[in-house]
């Protein structure tokens, strides 16, 4: 289903992309004038949020299957 829709999508990227994609998202964080650590916290402080925001997502998804 779904999981294994997002798992296989997912896959495709390397963890050097990860890696990549990561160094992006802090220098474009310096750049605008956030500090970067500041995003663990708001990560940390929103987990809950963010998890029952994708199982809503799966949820709608595997409706319309």
Excluded: C, H, W
Excluded at 2 to 24: G, I, K, P
Aim: charged share 25%.
């Amino acid at each position: 289903g779904v999981s294994l829709t997002l798992n296989s999508l997912f896959a495709a990227y390397s963890q050097e992309d990860e890696y990549l994609a990561d160094r992006l998202s802090v220098k474009y964080m310096k750049a605008a004038g956030f500090d970067p650590n500041d995003m663990i916290d708001f990560l940390t402080n929103n987990k809950e949020k963010i998890m029952n925001y994708y199982t809503t997502l799966e949820n709608k998804i595997n409706e319309t299957q």
